[in-house]
């Protein structure tokens, strides 16, 4: 497959998109999506991606003078269907269908509902578990976070693939600085993680070593873009007359600078286990050989039974 470098770095919206925002939320979907704090909006430059439980349940960018917004057409499929469709033993009997099995009109947060409980049928452990923790904690700022450097191409027409890293959260250091932390997740079932009996690295801590490496190689590109997405969220939040995490602020009114650190900080979090599980032998042996590896580099182990509103 044809290798393609990625030169540059920027999460951040230009002024224009973030304007159309913050007059989109006087009313209208926007502002019922703002207003739903389980949602998660993350920014990706030119455009934004507003989450469900890991599924992008809207893509929005900036129109020419308005925005301009999609959706994936599963998440339009009611999930309120539950009548029994004929079958004749070749064909079944659709023709009732084509009127009442979409969402075709907007009708206020009761819309977004629906398109939750459609999203959630797509919704794997991981990136319920994600979504759980960023919802939980808003000095995260972005989630999905693909990364920049040389990637490859699927086949043609597909959409370059490249390294994610799960979540991006802001830790305070010092009196004037806050630090990027960033977070691969994983639930306790992926193999990816090792284990105590297989005596090799687990797969997940030469990943989490690629992340770094990429990460330092962005340094200032980083420090920069997500400087200014901090800005961006101040003023969407604020435009509905929301506020943000105090981090974000500081940040925003430059209070704070980011930094990256003097090595990119990639933590681990594990979580889908249950009390028993926790108290395996070869998973407490082999937590602490992991917490061990990722110390050596400046990460940290953050394991966890069940995700929902626990605080980073």
């Not at 009997?93 to 797509?122: H, Q």
Request: net charge neutral; hydrophobic share 40%; with cysteine.
């Amino acid at each position: 497959m044809p290798e393609i470098t990625i030169k540059n770095f920027d999460r951040s919206l230009p002024g224009h998109f973030v304007t159309q925002l913050e007059k989109a939320a006087e009313k209208g979907w926007w502002r019922d999506v703002l207003d739903d704090r389980e949602l998660v909006i993350a920014l990706r430059g030119k455009s934004l991606n507003v989450y469900w439980k890991g599924q992008s349940i809207f893509k929005v960018e900036a129109g020419l003078l308005a925005l301009r917004a999609s959706t994936h057409e599963k998440f339009l499929l009611d999930p309120k269907l539950s009548g029994q469709i004929h079958f004749d033993g070749e064909k079944f009997d659709v023709a009732a269908l084509e009127t009442k099995a979409f969402v075709k009109s907007y009708e206020g947060p009761t819309s977004i509902a629906l398109m939750k409980r459609a999203a959630g049928i797509y919704a794997g452990r991981e990136k319920s578990g994600c979504h759980s923790i960023a919802v939980a904690n808003p000095k995260v700022i972005d989630v999905e976070i693909a990364l920049p450097g040389t990637v490859e191409r699927n086949e043609p027409g597909d959409e370059i693939t490249s390294p994610r890293i799960d979540l991006l959260a802001l830790e305070p250091q010092g009196t004037d600085e806050a630090r990027l932390v960033f977070w691969e997740a994983k639930d306790f079932k992926n193999p990816e993680l090792g284990s105590i009996r297989s005596r090799l690295p687990a797969p997940v801590l030469a990943q989490i070593a690629a992340y770094r490496a990429i990460l330092d190689g962005y340094r200032e590109d980083l420090e920069k873009s997500y400087t200014r997405l901090c800005s961006n969220l101040r003023r969407i939040r604020g435009a509905a007359g929301q506020s943000v995490h105090p981090l974000v602020d500081e940040v925003a009114t430059g209070v704070r600078k980011i930094t990256l650190g003097d090595t990119p900080q990639v933590n681990l979090l594990v979580f889908g286990f249950d009390a028993g599980q926790k108290q395996y032998a070869d998973w407490q042996a082999h937590r602490v050989a992991l917490e061990h590896a990722l110390a050596s580099d400046g990460g940290r182990l953050y394991a966890v039974g069940d995700p929902k509103g626990k605080q980073l």
